[in-house]
Structure formats: structure tokens, C-alpha cells
């Protein structure tokens, strides 16, 4: 699929966000005042920055208030009200710290919880759709909650959860892309099943459906060749995983956190590109494009 920037972005972002805010709903760590003003500020700009993010890839966006109308079908409307509620509930938890140095536990693993299940929404809209393979499958679902987890364990400084959270990240994105591979020839779509005649034989368009593009191979329709995957699937293993263990098995320092945490949020753009990049929708098969 076309992998567009918006998308790419609010997937990053948000969750190494609501990650961190995960991290600090459960008062790892706890910080006070000015302390915890600048860790919320954080969390906020990244969670936020990243919903916000998303409504350039809308039509039209200043209607994305209605995407809070479909929660009872939709995920992404979903996702909507629970980044809200976490928004809110961290929102009152973060004050609480911030202006009178109190830490309202209760309060805090609500919005953990949120925040998570705030990623999980995310990794939802995309797990679900049964016309790209490769996306529906549980290990979507995984690999969206262990990088932000991972994201947020490396923003607040827990550094021993995460370099475990690293290395699970690197499993879990390994086996995503060893599965992703051979989803489409698993589900066995074909051009035949599409048109109901699979019972026929062997099936091919007799000629392309027209001479020009159109909105479905700009969006739905976008090939990467192998060299070119295998190269950027090495880069962001050694940015998203590899870098930041690296930084972190050394002897602490500010700028050694600085270098992990960007080193990783690159990795994650780079992953993720090719999370969109390499999904082929099945449309592609009509066009005789897979």
C-alpha cells in the first residue's frame, strides 16, 4: 500500500507515547514538578502529536470529529475515544504531580491502562482487514504494544525493561516479516475466488481494466522490490533494536540516551514504512499486480 507520511507518523509517534504515558501511570518512574511537567510534556507531544498527525491523511479533516460516531464498528473510531480517556485520566494524574507532588495511584493505572489499550485500538484498525493479509494476523497486534511498550520503557528510563523489551521487539518484528512474506499465497486469494469462477481453473485478465491510473493503485497498489526490502528490514533492526542496546549497555549518560531514543524512533519510521509499503490489498490481483 502507499506508504503515506501522516500514517506513518501517527503510528510511530502515538504509540511510543501512549507508551511512555503507560510507563507513568504505573509511577515508573514518579516524578515531581518541574521534573514531571517535562515527561508529560513528552509523552503529550508525542501521543498527540501523532493523532494529529493522522487526520492529514483524511479527505477531508475537518471532519474528523465524526470518526468519535462509529465506536460500536469501528476501531479507529474506538481508538479515538480511548486516546481521549487516556488523555483525560493521565491529564488529571500528571497535575497531580506536577503542581502538588502527589501521585494519585488509582488514577494512574486507569490511565495506564488506557494508554494501552489506546495502542491496541491502533494496531486493530489495521490487524482486522482481511484484504491485506499480511496486517491480519495476531502478531500485528504484538508488534504494535511490545514497540510502544519497548518506546516508552527507553523514554522513561527503565533501562533494564527496555532492553528486554528490545530484544522481544526485534523477535516479534522478525516473525512478523518471516509470516508477512507468505500471508498473501496463505490466504489464498486469487484472482479466481474474487470473481467466484476459482472452480473453473486457473484464471487472468484478458486486459488491463484501463490504460491509466487511478485511486486504487496509487493507494492500495505499491510494490517494493526484495534487495530493496531486505536492505531497509536490516537498517531498521540496527536503528529500532540493535543501537539502542548497544547505547544502553554503556556507561549512562544523557547524550548516550539522547543517541538511543533517536536511533529507535528512526528505526520505527523505517519499520513501519515498510509495515504500509510491503501490505499487498488484494485489489492488486485485479490489476495483475501480485
Known amino acids: ?47 498527540v502529536g501523532g493523532l494529529l498527525a493522522s487526520t492529514f491523511h483524511l479527505g477531508h479533516p475537518e471532519r474528523f470529529l465524526k470518526a468519535f460516531s462509529q465506536w460500536r464498528s469501528s476501531w479507529l473510531s474506538r481508538e479515538a475515544w480511548l486516546s481521549v480517556a487516556a488523555l483525560s485520566v493521565m491529564g488529571l494524574y500528571g497535575a497531580g504531580l506536577v503542581f502538588y507532588g502527589v501521585a494519585i495511584a488509582p488514577l494512574g493505572w486507569v490511565g495506564a491502562i488506557l494508554s494501552l489499550a489506546t495502542v491496541y485500538a491502533t494496531s486493530m484498525i489495521y490487524a482486522q482487514l482481511k484484504t491485506v493479509p499480511r496486517w491480519n494476523t495476531p502478531l500485528t497486534t504484538v508488534l504494535f504494544m511490545v514497540l510502544a511498550l519497548a518506546g516508552g520503557a527507553l ?32 490466504s489464498g486469494t486469487t484472482l479466481g475466488t474474487a470473481t467466484g469462477f476459482a472452480q473453473k481453473g486457473q484464471m487472468r485478465a484478458f486486459e488491463p481494466p484501463h490504460t491509466g ?19 531497509l528490514r536490516i537498517i531498521s533492526l540496527i536503528l529500532m533494536i540493535g543501537t539502542p542496546i548497544l547505547m544502553l549497555s554503556l556507561t549512562f549518560s544523557h547524550v548516550i540516551a539522547l543517541i ?30 501480485r
Request: hydrophobic content about 60%.
Open 213 to 231: 491510473t487511478n485511486y486504487l493503485l496509487r493507494e492500495f497498489v505499491h510494490v517494493v522490490g526484495r534487495k530493496h526490502a531486505a536492505k
Open 1 to 47: 500500500m502507499h506508504p503515506a507520511p501522516s500514517v506513518i507518523i501517527f503510528t510511530s509517534l502515538s504509540g511510543i507515547g501512549f507508551g511512555l504515558l503507560f510507563f507513568l501511570g504505573l509511577g515508573l518512574p514518579a516524578p515531581k514538578g518541574w521534573v514531571a511537567f517535562v515527561f508529560f510534556a513528552i509523552a503529550y507531544v508525542l501521543a
Open 155 to 186: 523514554l522513561s528510563g527503565n533501562i533494564n525493561v527496555a532492553m528486554m523489551l528490545l530484544l522481544a521487539a526485534g523477535v516479534v518484528q522478525i516473525a512478523y516479516w518471516i509470516g508477512g512474506d507468505q500471508a498473501l499465497a496463505r
Open 260 to 289: 538511543a531514543v533517536i536511533a529507535h524512533i528512526a528505526g520505527v519510521f523505517v519499520s513501519r514504512w515498510l509495515f504500509f509499503a510491503q501490505a499487498e490489498h488484494v485489489v492488486g490481483l485485479y490489476y495483475g499486480k
